[in-house]
């Protein structure tokens, strides 16, 4: 492909800056249409981002011939559907993380991907951060050693749709989003050691309802072992108090460590025995940009993305296996 025509379905909220302005930014890139089943809402979306066409049924949008790649920027309950129906029509996807509801969704679709020969990306856009490729570039210079343990904190308090069954977010309704903040918010964590560590080869859990503001579990934590022998452990709990609130990686090394955020992008900071130091990095107005160029770019035949279906898939599988029961 020379230009890469897109077209979203699910024009919410992640894509008013987190995402959908780079589809029009990058070069070879365009934005050509948008779908969202309240007409009126994806009306304002197509005229406030200079889009040409809208849909209110993901199917027409599918089919359209002006569009070569399809972004899709739903909840999670339909990334299936449309990913597999994208791809049967002979259009790459990129989808929005968690990548599938459970592991076994994430299987059928890198299937399809298979069968019709074309590609699959997930959301995962830390992997093209600078702030992330710093911790990697660390890593990779043996800055700590040889890397022995990993420690995930990932401390919420509730908000305050929590607390009314009536104004419940999408994302704690288990049918639409899986289990919860844990299924919004630890891939982006877990997806990350993936792509720092290498492969999660075994994890184990324990969660707990223990707000109960929701149906889904607010309590999480997690033993993992990495395939290179590292050992991990991780907490997340959503409903704390906001003094009590965290977000922390620490990778430890037989020469240091490293610490830094998920979300907060705090300092990264580096320690050994002869050094302290930090690192500092703002974020990208449009923060999934720099994947986005990385898709745009393998779709044109000059790249490679880092994120693509097979690990977007082991962060579900990771997932699963913490919360069984």
Known sequence: MENINWGIIGCGDVCEKKSGPAFYKIKHSSLVAVMRRDEAKVKDFAQRHSVEKYYTEAEKLINDPDINAIYIATPPNMHKKYAIQAMEASKPVYVEKPMGMNYTECLEMIETSKITNQKLFVAFYRRALPYFLKVKTLLDENRIGQVLTVDIKHIKKAQTSDFDANTHTWRVDKSIAGEGYFY????????????????????????QNLGHLYDTKDTICATLQFESGVIGTGLWCFVANENSEQDSIEIIGTNGKITFSTFAFTPITLITNKISEQYSFT?????EQPLIQTIVDELRGYGHCPSTGISGARTSLVMDRILKE
């Open 184 to 207: 919004d918010l630890a891939p982006h964590t877990l997806d990350i050691l993936d792509f720092l560590l290498g492969k999660i080869e075994s994890a184990k859990g324990y969660s």
């Open 283 to 287: 974020s990208p107005e449009h923060i």
